[in-house]
């Protein structure tokens, strides 16, 4: 089983930036892939980024790109968001997920965080 917490998340005015970290219990191959999602209330969970453990490829959300940028610290077992330029729609719970495949969607990541809350006032 993998564990993972999420930190970083907290109340921001719009144009502020904010670092989400995750911690990873551990790296294996049914982790190989690493996510952030998103979720505001009542809408559908949202694919923000992905990176690979191994080589730091990523991918992005449309939304985001441009703002967001992830990336990872192997020594650490950490993953990073760091999100720039934040906008009141920004607002959602943040969560780290991981799979060990190369996916876009929710459904397909395995283990998830608990979540932090993310705020953006205009």
């Known amino acids: 089983q993998v564990h993972m917490v999420e930190s970083g998340g907290g109340l921001v005015q719009a144009g502020g930036s904010l670092r989400l970290s995750c911690v990873v219990s551990e790296r294996s191959a049914s982790n190989y892939v690493m996510g952030w999602f998103r979720q505001a209330p009542g809408k559908e969970r949202e694919f923000v980024a992905s990176i690979k453990w191994r080589d730091g490829i990523t991918a992005y959300g449309s939304s985001v790109k441009g703002r967001f940028t992830i990336s990872r610290d192997n020594a650490k077992n950490t993953v990073f968001l760091q999100m720039n330029s934040l906008k009141p729609e920004d607002t959602g719970v943040y969560y780290c997920?991981?799979?060990?495949?190369?996916?876009?969607?929710?459904?397909?990541?395995?283990?998830w965080g608990q979540g932090t809350q993310v705020t953006v006032s205009s």
């Open positions: 997920a991981s799979t060990w495949g190369w996916t876009m969607s929710p459904t397909d990541y395995e283990y």
